[in-house]
């Protein structure tokens, strides 16, 4: 064996993990716009005990060139994918690379060999892992910093998964809206037209004392929302309510809504202040130095991610998205955060679209999922 022969290692052990997990700052040495993750968050992700694992199976691989780590990736089978879209296929995640078409070549071709062995007959991604997490390869605007739970990566990616033989199958799109492109009378008066229309129609903000029975509405919406969404996976119980509890600190009940059709819960839109403001600064780790540094850098956050926002079917396209939609920016604005994103949104999701970009919203940032026959 030389010292430039490249070769793979599948994760066995807490030291594979820890070297897989710690990659990133590798490849994001000096870029400005990176966003370090928490290390005991992804420490989570891949444990046994994670709520996607009850559904799902992830192998990790490590691609080392003369003992030197050069790239990362997984290997995600989602068995409830599979069954809700009778379709065999597979996925790969949590990519990472350094600028080298070998080592992402190596990385790639593992993966779908490793899927094909297990019957699977595509390969999409990068999901981490599903659509219910991080997912999709940015390819334009590298010259911001991403929102909360949203992707970041090189300029040099897209190349190397298309260079090995990915194809586009959906965009994802990120919209940027602030204060001063507001059209608050032109809203107000839609807003006025709706509930004139719709005379059962009304929002309310979350309730943090009764977050478990807020939480069981949520579910209940979700799932029946989303169902008809490209690349949707139901969520289970378990992980509904695993990212219910990383979430609810940084919560703000002003900026989670519910609609309701009179007694009936029948949509709800969930912002939250844009938390990687913080994590910029904490370099993974949230010791008492990390604390301190926490507390200082969340009073200076004036961005929030419009996340999830979902009307059961029975009541969509009657205004109600557009309703959650300005009155999350309303109530945002009136609690300090003048500006927001909106992500993501579908490519073909053309309603939501229109209506973001009738309060003012600029599509900025686009997010890519690849795949291709194994």
């Known amino acids: 064996m030389t010292a430039q022969e490249l070769t793979l290692q599948e994760v066995k052990n807490r030291h594979d993990l820890m070297t897989f997990i710690q990659f990133p700052w590798k490849v994001y040495q000096g870029n400005p716009y990176w966003v370090p993750p928490l290390i005991k968050d992804q420490i989570q992700k891949f444990s046994p005990q994670s709520p996607f694992l009850s559904h799902g199976e992830m192998a990790l691989f490590l691609a080392r060139r003369g003992g030197e780590t050069v790239g990362r990736i997984a290997g995600i089978i989602d068995h409830h994918y599979i069954q ?26 593992s993966v779908a060999a490793w899927l094909r062995e297990r019957g699977m007959e595509k390969m999409a991604g990068p999901m981490n892992p599903s659509t219910n997490d991080e997912c999709g390869l940015l390819i334009d605007a590298f010259d911001s910093s991403p929102c909360l739970m949203m992707p970041y990566n ?8 298309e260079d090995w033989g990915l194809h586009k199958v959906m965009d994802l799109y990120a919209y940027w809206l602030e204060k001063t492109v507001f059209n608050y009378d032109r809203l107000e008066r839609i807003t006025g037209r709706i509930l004139k229309r719709e005379p059962e129609l009304s929002v309310r903000p979350l309730n943090l004392r009764r977050f478990d029975e807020e939480l069981k509405t949520i579910k ?11 690349g949707f996976v139901p969520m289970t119980e378990e992980e509904i309510d695993d990212l219910a509890k990383n979430l609810k600190p940084i919560i703000v009940p002003e900026i989670v809504l519910f609609a309701y059709w009179g007694e009936t819960p029948i949509g709800f839109s969930a912002a939250l202040p844009d938390y990687n403001v913080v994590l910029k600064h904490l370099d993974g780790k949230l010791g008492l130095l990390g604390s301190i540094k926490f507390l200082y850098f969340a009073r200076k956050i004036k961005t ?18 557009g309703l959650l939609y300005i009155e999350t920016f309303k109530r945002g604005t009136r609690k300090g955060y003048p500006q927001g994103e909106c992500s993501w949104i579908l490519e073909n999701n053309l309603l939501m679209q229109h209506g973001i970009e009738a309060m003012g919203g600029k599509r900025y940032k686009t997010y890519r999922i690849y795949e291709t026959r194994i």
Not at 154 to 161: E, I, S, V
């Open 84 to 109: 809700f879209h009778q379709e065999k296929v597979g996925f790969f995640g949590f990519f990472e690379s350094m600028e080298d078409a070998d080592v992402a070549r190596l990385l790639l071709s």
């Open 154 to 161: 090189p300029p040099y990616y897209p190349a190397l998964l």
């Open 220 to 230: 209940d919406i979700y799932n029946n929302s989303w169902s008809k969404n490209w």
């Open 304 to 321: 929030v991610r419009i996340m999830l926002l979902g009307v059961k079917h029975s009541f969509q396209k009657r205004g109600v998205e």
